[in-house]
Nanobody
Framework: QVMLVESGGGGVQAGGSLRLSCAAY????????VGWFRQAPEKEREFVAA????????YYVDSVKGRFTASRNNAKNEVYLQMSSLRPEETAVYFC?????????????????WGQGTQVIVVS
């Protein structure tokens, strides 16, 4: 049974920073990727970033490139999303998810396991 737990959300002023964490339980030694998605009120959930577990290759949606950084700590089975220069329109629930295979996709369908999400509120 795989369980993902996000933490680190909260309120921040525009231009500020937050660091989200995603702790994974029930799965280790496998080759998979972890993605970050977000869902703003009344909007579809969208891809934000992804990181492969072994190689640490990272992928980002264009709007966050240069501001967000995904990283991982294999020993702790944790993945992080460092977010800087946050914008009010990035207010959303942020989810982490794991793929079943090793490829880091941008599509929700690539991910088989999801966390419950953590709320990020950016105020202007």
């Amino acid at each position: 049974q795989v369980m993902l737990v996000e933490s680190g959300g909260g309120g921040v002023q525009a231009g500020g920073s937050l660091r989200l964490s995603c702790a994974a339980y029930g799965r280790s030694g496998s080759e998979y990727a972890v993605g970050w998605f977000r869902q703003a009120p009344e909007k579809e959930r969208e891809f934000v970033a992804a990181i492969t577990w072994k190689g640490g290759a990272t992928y980002y949606v264009d709007s966050v490139k240069g501001r967000f950084t995904a990283s991982r700590n294999n020993a702790k089975n944790e993945v992080y999303l460092q977010m800087s220069s946050l914008r009010p329109e990035e207010t959303a629930v942020y989810f982490c998810a794991q793929t079943i295979g090793g490829q880091a996709g941008r599509d929700e369908a690539d991910y088989g396991y999801w966390g419950q999400g953590t709320q990020v509120i950016v105020v202007s």
